[in-house]
């Protein structure tokens, strides 16, 4: 077994069953020996491409059947490309996530770096979070790109940092981009790279499929020439270095003045630090506490908050975890650490399993009511809200849709969906634009995703507040803010117009400022009041990855602000619905998940990953399909409405008014609610949204269309032509694809002088 120790018996029965599953051939294989510490050649060989066989092919890695899934991922993946991983022996190829896939990637990468750029100074960033190897990880990126001469910053002792962080500097330092470990909040078994560009953007589509069409050119080589050599460098290279990120203290230097010109204005900092009752924040993974800690001094409020689990650890310090499913069948289970999770019990009660596993009862005892709890995760790119709140206020809560958990003696923890949350956040942020005279000096807008709250467009129409939709991903926000950039920058005086993903041209007027982007699985940005600039002088109108501590300083300073006014932050949410005449105040998402992510047996989880995709897909196309079909006008939505009611005989389908698809999944549109299916970009899942005046309404629909089987029916193959459903996956793919590119800022990223800019 690898050098890993467990801190608790659930970590060790991981550890055990995944070594009981593991052959003795991967056990013994030294092929990829980061150990050795100098130079050496990785000599990739014709072998390595095919199936292992003991007799015939014992140097087998089936490389051909990883990339084979690799590539497809690259194609539709929404944060990374994620996957399993064997966390005891990371080398092992059947798992999708490995270090031999790694340094192909890198590879790959790194040659395609080098043919757009040449001889020109290259300079990258590689950080990480907490989860199992990825430690491992960082260390070969940076040795495989100081192979090619690529420069590569790392934190300082190479520990952990964010991933906004690692965007942030990105852009700030004009580097040519970055790479991340992370699978953000997924199980800990998990991993993947999050690539991002000289943006800080995670890649889209096409440029993910630069390097993917390189590895295929590095397979081909093999097969003609017998081998590929890839050379590690010296892990104590110089091109690996720490200097840069020594001297501004892992970024903390340069991400404070950023809050200071943005999110972090006086009137929150000064709410904050006149609290009475201290703010908790729960370090999920530990690897938030690092740079969030550092960054709160900075900001001279560190003490107004009281920290859980600091400790770094890659099993999440088992939070999440349990050793049955949701069958109550004795296994390991891993629900994530999504905090907003709602699972159910054996008897079909629902309960928040990963806040179960947190055990609030015991640590928030002594948390007096009003207590706000904030929930972040291993890289801390999201936020969860709760407020310790009396239990008498549990009918109150059910009229706002609020969910809670029961913490005994008269107690409840408040937990906000980021719907709530962020409707919340960027109606305070209004407010105190409007406080400091700064509103209306500007138009503003709103970037979300399409499967965020229905709440959300209703508070911007109050508010004269433009709404741009995008596909779910926060690439695509970043894409949407790069448009808005291109128009700005060529002319600004002149009113910028921009197509969101629904097919509206929205006309955002001179000189916009981005007031919030964000989406429903708990990610967000605040735009600046002035344009953020680059060492080199680029521009920007926010950052290009969600931040939970720009998240965190603005729900701190609300609830700092409710504190003064008596108020909680449930009647504050009352307040927003009551102020902005917002009929949906409902949403809901339902997850469905095909087969058990935590399968330490890797053929059993490659079958079951297989038929859970199978289903995933089959449960999308039937959605799309009819989407498509009525977009070429071979069908109208009189038909769709037929098929639905014949096949969902217990819902209503009489104010359904359109069927669009939205670059990832199916958006139906009523007169008083909306309903989204969507295939999961990164699992094989299938997530149902919805948000509505009703929410017994939204989640009966989302919860029975989004478990659908996907069969057709006899009504369905009547209406919907049989060649367009086979095809209209790929069509939907260039539908997408047209979205991306329209109007899009495609300037080339132009490598600056370092010696003048990287000067501190």
């Known amino acids: 077994m690898m050098n890993k120790q467990s801190h608790c018996a659930l970590e060790q029965s991981l550890f055990d069953s995944v070594d009981s599953k593991t052959p003795d051939y991967i056990k013994q294989d030294k092929l990829l020996d980061l150990d050795n510490k100098k130079e050496f050649v990785f000599k990739l060989k014709k072998e390595h491409l095919e199936p292992y066989d003991k007799e015939k092919n014992p140097q087998g890695l089936n490389l051909k059947e990883w990339f084979k899934n690799y590539a497809k991922e690259a194609e539709v993946s929404t944060a990374g490309i994620r996957g399993p991983q064997n966390i005891l022996y990371p080398h092992e190829t059947r798992f999708p996530i490995n270090l031999i896939g790694i340094m192909l990637a890198t590879e790959a990468k790194a040659l395609v770096a080098r043919e757009l750029y040449k001889d020109a100074e290259l300079i990258k960033l590689a950080g990480c979070e907490v989860r199992y190897n990825s430690q491992e990880f960082l260390e070969l990126i940076a040795r495989v790109q100081a192979a090619h001469g690529i420069k590569t910053l790392v934190p300082v002792e190479r520990k952990t940092i964010p991933i906004w962080m690692a965007s942030f500097l990105a852009f700030k330092l004009d580097l040519l981009g970055g790479e991340y470990i992370t699978s953000s909040h997924g199980i800990s078994v998990k ?13 889209l589509p096409e440029e993910s499929m630069l390097f993917v069409e390189k590895i295929r050119y590095i397979f081909s080589e093999v097969e003609k020439n017998g081998h590929y050599d890839i050379k590690i460098a010296a892990n104590d290279n110089p091109l690996i270095s720490e200097d840069v990120m020594k001297e501004l203290n892992d970024g903390v230097k340069l991400y404070k003045q950023y809050l200071l010109d943005g999110v972090a204005k006086d009137a929150n900092l000064n ?80 309960y928040f399993p990963v806040i179960k596993s947190l055990h ?37 809560l059910k009229t706002l849709g609020v969910d809670y958990v029961d913490l005994g003696n008269g107690r409840i923890l408040t937990v906000f969906t980021a719907n709530q949350s962020f409707l ?9 634009l409007k406080a400091e005279g700064l509103f209306d000096k ?16 209703e508070w911007a129409k109050k508010n004269g507040i433009k709404v741009v939709n995008v596909p779910v991903g926060f690439k695509e926000i970043a894409n949407i803010m790069k448009k808005v950039e291109k128009q700005i920058t060529e002319n600004p005086q002149k009113e910028v117009v921009v197509t969101d993903v629904l097919g509206n041209d929205i006309n955002l007027g001179v000189n916009p400022k981005l007031i919030f982007g964000g989406e429903e699985s708990g990610g967000m940005i605040i735009g600046s009041e002035e344009l953020i600039k680059s060492l080199s002088g680029r521009a920007a109108i926010a950052m290009r990855e969600k931040s939970a501590t720009e998240a965190i300083v603005v729900a701190s300073a609300l609830s700092a602000y409710l504190e003064k006014e008596g108020k909680t932050m449930s009647q504050y949410l009352e307040d927003v619905f009551k102020n902005n005449e917002i009929i949906s105040k409902f949403d809901i998402r339902e997850d469905i998940a095909y087969y058990n992510e935590s399968e330490p047996d890797i053929e059993k989880l490659k079958q079951a990953k297989i038929a859970g995709e199978a289903q995933r897909t089959k449960n999308d196309v039937f959605y799309l399909t009819m989407a498509v079909a009525k977009k070429m006008g071979k069908m109208n939505l009189e038909q769709i409405r037929e098929i639905l009611k014949d096949t969902f005989k217990e819902l209503n389908f009489d104010n359904l008014i359109d069927v669009k698809f939205v670059g990832d999944g199916t958006y139906l549109e009523f007169t008083d609610k909306f309903i989204e299916i969507r295939p999961s970009g ?20 989302a919860r029975i269309m989004g478990n659908y089987s996907g069969d057709l029916t006899a009504l369905y193959e009547k209406y919907v032509d049989m060649e367009l459903y086979k095809n209209s996956k790929e069509l939907s793919l260039k539908d997408y694809a047209l979205f991306t590119n329209k109007d899009a800022n495609n300037a080339a990223f132009t490598i600056p002088d370092y010696s003048k800019t990287l000067v501190f």
């Open 360 to 396: 609030y009862e015991e640590k928030l005892k002594d948390c007096p009511i009003g207590t706000a709890v904030l929930i972040t995760d291993p890289d801390h790119d999201r936020l969860t809200v709760c407020q310790i709140e009396n239990a008498e206020k549990t009918e109150f």
């Open 191 to 203: 991993n993947a790279t999050k690539d991002l560009n000289s943006q800080g953007s995670q890649y």
């Open 682 to 701: 990164t699992d094989a899942k299938t997530k149902a949204y919805g948000a509505g005046a009703s929410k017994d309404e939204i989640k009966n629909f």
């Open 271 to 350: 709410l904050i630090k006149n609290i009475k009752e201290k703010i908790v924040i729960e370090n999920v993974g530990g690897s938030a506490y690092r740079t969030l800690s550092r960054i709160l001094k900075e900001l001279n409020i560190e003490d107004k908050f009281v920290w859980m689990n600091k400790e770094e650890d890659p099993f999440f310090h088992a939070i999440g975890k349990y050793d049955t499913d949701p069958k109550g069948n004795k296994t390991f289970y891993d629900y994530s650490v999504d905090a907003t999770v709602i699972a159910k019990d054996k008897d079909g009660n629902p």
């Open 442 to 457: 500007h138009p503003r807008f709103m970037i979300k995703t399409t499967a965020s709250a229905r709440s959300w467009d």
């Open 424 to 432: 919340m956040i960027m109606d305070f942020w209004m407010q105190q």
